[in-house]
């Protein structure tokens, strides 16, 4: 397939202003493809979550330590089920506080039918953004997960010329857009409601 970039001034313009390219990159993703688009809060590399095939993509494209799991976008708390996951009536009352918003929050995943994800370690973490634009993009391409758009151990990238400086042909798409210049916050909620901070 011919690598494609897309580029757009913002993501208010991208969705409302150019709409076939909007489908073609949802679709792009569900059909299990990789690429780098502005996320609530740095550049993305990203793929679709259900897919243990593009998981495993990100993690060799991204050179990314395979014992770390990668943080999950998803639409809203309904897309929890799609990991098995069924919150208690305090971790419902949490998230309502802080999503949609920049948290990324730690949820128990103990399954093994998504060891693919969180590697053992049998938690993810999971973000409802606040941007609503990014939302109906989610509603479309199901969950993403959405590390940062670097290789390990580099600095993210904070416009699309570096981010193909690091990635160049190996990856599907690109799209420019704004983005903030710092990472979530990392919380972590146990079955019982216990809340830590971890980044």
């Known amino acids: 397939m011919q690598k494609r970039i897309v580029l757009c001034a913002d993501l208010y313009y991208f969705y409302n202003h150019m709409k076939m390219n909007l489908l073609t990159v949802a679709s792009l993703l569900r059909k299990g493809k990789i690429g780098v688009m502005p996320t609530d809060t740095l550049y993305g590399l990203v793929g679709s979550a259900l ?35 069924i919150l ?52 479309k391409t199901g969950p993403l997960v959405a590390p940062s758009a670097n290789p390990e151990g580099r600095d993210p990238a904070r416009t699309i010329r570096q981010a193909r400086a690091y990635f160049g042909e190996s990856i599907d798409f ?26």
Request: some cysteine.
């Open 51 to 85: 897919l243990p095939e593009v998981v495993d993509r990100v993690y060799r494209v991204r050179k990314r330590n395979r014992k770390k799991p990668m943080i999950v976008l998803i639409a809203s708390k309904d897309d929890l089920a799609h990991f098995g996951i």
């Open 88 to 139: 208690n009536s305090r971790q419902a009352k949490l998230l309502k506080q802080v999503w949609p918003g920049p948290h990324s929050i730690i949820l128990p995943c103990c399954s093994k039918k998504y060891h693919y994800l969180h590697r053992g370690k049998k938690s993810l973490a999971f973000r409802v953004p606040a941007d609503e634009e990014l939302r109906r993009f989610l509603q």
């Open 174 to 199: 690109y799209i420019r857009g704004y983005v903030r210049d710092k990472p979530s916050e990392i919380i972590e909620i146990s079955n019982s409601g216990t809340i830590s901070k971890v980044r």
